[in-house]
């Protein structure tokens, strides 16, 4: 394996468990976060521990001046309403939580809680705020992605890799699709080609999808994200290679899994920056006025493996421009 830079992946997870590592805040003031999960409990990451640590360092510990309330839909995104009404009447100083659908629940709870978001795709077209530069309102934070851009970038190098592709599948989790139709379907008219839905409500879906893939004649294949299908990237990965579809995520633990293709920001990243708003927040600061922070880096990351699996050649261009090639 060949790594040029160090990348952390993974999704939603563990918060705020840490020792005191720097000077607490307002002395005896105890602040309240709220954190609203799609996923289930017991669930860690690399992008939570560096949140972790940032919060840490800007002196915010729980058990000692901060106070965590946890809610978690595992997945069942029809429970979002009912537990963001339930942290919006704790009464938190601030709410924390990932992509667009808890971001939705949200905003239909409270137009007065500050609510930072860390997964939001193309927020200012998904309607979650008013512009990137000044929310607006009281939901600030990070974009995974900077729209239809990145969602044709992401397609635009797959058709590099299997230029004679026509259809292109797209894995979408059940709850999660949405946001990114629009943006996918302009990319894939623009470069010719024609994408194929495919959405998964729970693990024993996934098997069925790769085989109507198939049968729908899809040559190529890109994931959407969820943490579902993100705890099942190993599956994914293999079924990939078993049906002979070159696939594309954004997340690097995808390719690590097995995936042909990864592209997209380092999560870690902006898990560290979202940490930075809540401390602002927190001393006083109005969300409205803390411009959406956007990735400036986007990584690629290939895997020679699966691309000899697959009988692909992946182009020297593409290589040159790898963050990593897996071999």
Not at 282 to 298: H, M, N, S, V, W
């Amino acid at each position: 394996m060949m790594d040029r830079r160090a990348f952390i992946s993974g999704i939603t997870g563990g918060l705020l468990a840490a020792p005191l590592g720097a000077e607490a805040q307002q002395a005896g003031k105890v602040y309240r976060i709220g954190y609203l999960l799609e996923g289930p409990p017991g669930q860690t990451s690399p992008q939570g521990r560096a949140l972790e640590e940032t919060l840490r360092e800007l002196g915010y510990v729980e058990g000692r001046n901060l106070v965590v309330e946890r809610r978690f839909a595992a997945f069942q995104y029809d429970r979002l309403p009912d537990l963001a009404a339930e942290l919006v009447r704790l009464k938190p100083d601030v709410i924390l939580t990932g992509g667009n659908p808890s971001i939705t629940a949200l905003k239909q709870a409270t137009t007065t809680v500050p609510v930072v978001m860390t997964w939001a795709i193309d927020p200012v077209g998904a309607g979650l705020v008013t512009s990137l530069a000044r929310p607006g309102g009281n939901i600030t934070g990070a974009s995974l992605s900077t729209g239809p851009e990145f969602m044709a970038k992401q397609m635009e190098i797959l058709n590099e890799v299997v230029p004679k592709v026509s259809r292109v599948a797209i894995l979408r989790q059940t709850g999660r699709a949405g946001a990114e139709t629009g943006a996918l379907e302009s990319a894939a008219r623009k470069r010719g080609l024609t994408i194929l839905f495919s959405d998964v409500r729970t693990p024993s879906d996934i098997e069925g999808a790769f085989a109507a893939m198939t049968r729908s004649g899809a040559g190529a294949l890109l994931i959407l994200g969820g943490g579902m299908t993100y705890m099942n990237r190993q599956q994914i990965a293999n079924l990939a290679v078993r049906h002979r579809l070159p696939g594309i995520h954004l997340f690097r633990a995808y390719a690590e899994a097995g995936l042909l293709l990864t592209y997209g920001p380092d999560p870690a990243a902006q898990y560290r920056g979202v940490a930075t708003y809540i401390d602002k927040i927190l001393k006083g600061a109005r969300p409205a006025d803390l411009p959406i922070q956007e990735p400036t880096k986007f990584e690629l990351v290939i895997n020679l493996k699966t691309a000899k699996a697959l009988g692909l050649t992946i182009p020297p261009s593409l290589l040159l421009r790898a963050e990593q090639v897996i071999e």
